[in-house]
């Protein structure tokens, strides 16, 4: 009898869901499912690095420094735009997206595949914005951990993206003088 009671529970959250991702959806393809699933993972991936800066033993900061926060700001900007954005991680990508075209200087524009799984990995895999917030709580949970190593793997990305500012920089200055 319980099974029977669960069951009817069930399908009654099952429908009450479906009903709220059809009006939100608002005739817009929406993969809410996907959304809380990529959610759920943010949530259990956060736990597990917790759990391990937690069994470390390490002291954690009682706030972070400036200098950890804009070294980290400049190592997740990097980072995220490398593996949402540029040509050389395509691969990584290719599984969950379709190529559309080049966007800027050694970017790629892609669109998430359609199908129900791979759209929002794709969407996650092509949005340095979404990609960043992985990429900090990685980074932020790398300093804990390993605090030398992270921050010289920070610094190589913070250096890439002065270097990257400065190649644009001058494209833009050579372009500029020769009237391009």
């Known amino acids: 009898m319980a099974a029977i009671a669960d069951n009817g529970i069930a399908r009654r959250v099952h429908g009450a869901l479906r009903r709220t991702g059809r009006a939100y959806e608002a005739g817009h393809d929406r993969p809410l499912g996907g959304y809380l699933a990529a959610m ?16 470390s033993g390490r002291p954690v900061p009682e706030r972070p420094e400036p200098w950890d926060v804009a070294l980290t700001s400049v190592a997740t900007f990097r980072l995220s735009r490398l593996l949402s954005k540029a040509a050389v991680t395509s691969p990584l990508r290719a599984p969950f997206t379709r190529y559309v075209g080049p966007q800027g200087p050694a970017e790629l524009q892609e669109e998430a595949q359609p199908e129900q ?24 949970a790398g300093q804990l951990l390993w605090p030398r190593a992270t921050r010289t793997a920070m610094g190589t990305l913070a250096a ?9 920089a001058y494209g833009a200055l050579m372009d500029k003088t020769t009237g391009d």
Not at 45 to 55: E, G, L, Q
Not at 160 to 168: E, K, N, R, V
């Open 117 to 140: 799984g791979k759209h929002t990995v794709g969407e996650l895999a092509t949005c340095p914005f979404c990609m960043s917030v992985w990429v900090a709580s990685t980074l932020t």
């Open 40 to 55: 759920a993972g943010f949530a259990a991936y956060t736990a597990v690095w917790t759990t391990v800066v937690r069994r």
């Open 160 to 168: 890439l993206a002065g270097a990257d500012t400065l190649q644009l």
